[in-house]
């Protein structure tokens, strides 16, 4: 039996890790973090999952809130206007439901699972000296340690990262009493030009239905005022405020928010990177990366989690291929090139929505609020990245795209 070690317990090697069980593989998870200090500890994402993910994640058994978490029916477009309108909008269905099942519920229960079928979970840091010693004990060492330090062990490709700071300060929370959108529940993204984005959605938190927002606020900008917060009731009331002010629909629908708990809110940022997918050890012995640890975007599109989920896949599939031969370098780098291959389309799409947007990105934004067949298709890029391109990178594209109304869906 093949012996593989995952460092980190999160989307990535959760999901690889319990699909490599259900194959036969012996597997040792490693997570900085027990079960328990997960479920205690503040929300790490708003881990929107969209319709591929969703279908990969109950291929792992990783679908356990299919019932109790309210659904992401669609997708509402808001820009705000210089007088407090909404100087467009437009909303869409998506062709199949998305989930946000706060990943304080999620991964705890899927470490849980992860060891009721015979799984090994290792509760310690992983450093360089452990390290070594998974290599000894393990014929594969997969990193999926999201934004962890350990990751530093992966070299920048410079080719693939543009930015050198953050591009957005990030506050998101996760609250009670936030009114649904109307006519359905969905993602509504907010866009203030030159300010920030707003995103909200329903979602399933340690309390019950709920609903997670995140503010990207330009750095220096307006909003990026979050550095006085103490705690949840702050944040939230702090978020009121800024609703209230740049998005007043929002405003009305946040009325009567509540944080969900005293760990419901989180305030950072960080630059986005892709990393080259293999690390070498001091005795010279090759790891491989996995999700944010090597290709690690802003939450703006809400890829994250959704790339997580796609490549732990993609690498299992990799793995599996592989049979009894050596996990070298060279199988590395490939088993990282069939995940790249999907996974550039978000990060192309999610860098470009970091920069003003081109006039053929807003034409096709304002167009889609006549054309319900471009609303949809934008809507659901959102599931499938690759699907909007080259249109939303090539402007003649683009121009042809919305004089022929041709993009199917
Ligand atoms: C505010 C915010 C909102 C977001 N919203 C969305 C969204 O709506 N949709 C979406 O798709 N994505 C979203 N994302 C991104 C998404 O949460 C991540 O991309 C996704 O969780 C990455 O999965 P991962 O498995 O690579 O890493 P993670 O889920 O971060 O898991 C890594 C795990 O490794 C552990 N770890 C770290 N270092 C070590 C170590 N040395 N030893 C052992 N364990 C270690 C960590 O504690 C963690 O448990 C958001 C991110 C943020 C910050």
């Known amino acids: 039996m093949r012996h593989i070690t995952i460092i980190g317990a999160g989307q990535a090697g959760l999901q690889l890790g319990l699909g490599l069980l259900s194959h036969g593989y012996s597997v040792r998870l490693v997570s900085d973090r027990d079960p328990e200090a997960i479920r205690n500890g503040s929300i790490l994402s708003t881990q929107c999952m969209f319709g591929s993910s969703r279908e990969i994640e109950r291929a792992a058994g990783m679908n356990l809130w299919d019932s109790a978490c309210p659904p992401v029916v669609g997708m509402h477009l808001r820009v705000a206007g210089p007088d407090g309108t909404a100087a467009l909008a437009w909303s869409a269905p998506l062709e199949r439901p998305g989930q946000s099942v706060d990943q304080r519920v999620k991964m705890p229960a899927c470490m849980e699972l992860f060891v009721s079928r015979g799984g090994e979970l290792l509760v310690e840091k992983a450093d360089i000296a452990s390290l070594e010693r998974y290599a000894r004990q393990s014929e594969l060492v997969v990193v999926a340690a999201g934004k962890g330090e350990v ?16 591009q957005r300060t990030l506050a998101a929370s996760c609250v009670h009493g936030y009114a649904a959108a109307q006519p359905f529940d969905g993602v509504t993204a907010n866009m203030i030009p030159g300010v920030g984005e707003y995103f909200v959605m329903p979602g399933l938190t340690c309390s019950g239905p709920c609903h997670f927002m995140i503010m990207e606020a330009v750095p220096g900008g307006p909003l990026d005022c979050w550095g006085d917060v103490r705690d949840a009731t702050e944040h939230v009331a702090l978020l009121q405020r800024l609703l209230t002010q740049w998005l007043p629909w929002e405003g009305e629908r946040a009325r009567h928010m509540q944080p969900a708990d005293a760990q419901a809110t989180i305030r950072g940022r960080y630059t986005p990177v892709v990393r080259h997918p293999v690390a070498w050890l001091p005795s010279g012995t090759p790891m491989l990366g996995l999700a944010d640890t090597v290709v690690l975007n802003d939450p703006i599109t809400g890829q994250g989690a959704n790339n997580a989920a796609k490549a732990a896949a993609c690498y299992l599939e990799y793995i599996l291929a ?32 970091l920069q003003p947007p081109p006039p053929h990105v807003l034409e096709i934004l304002g167009a889609a609020a006549e054309l319900p067949a471009v609303a949809r298709w934008f809507a659901n890029g959102f599931d499938r990245p690759a699907s909007l391109f080259p249109w939303i990178a090539e402007p003649i594209a683009a121009e042809h795209m919305l ?4 993009v199917t869906v």
Do not use: C, I, Y
Request: proline residues 8%.
């Open 403 to 406: 004089a022929s109304h041709a």
């Open 151 to 166: 990751g530093a062990l992966f070299p920048r490709d410079e080719a693939h990262s543009p930015f050198q700071k953050p």
């Open 322 to 353: 592989r049979g009894g031969q050596p996990f070298d370098a060279v199988w590395m780098q490939a088993t990282f090139d069939a995940a790249w291959s999907d996974a550039q389309w978000a990060t192309g799409w999610t860098n470009a929505m």
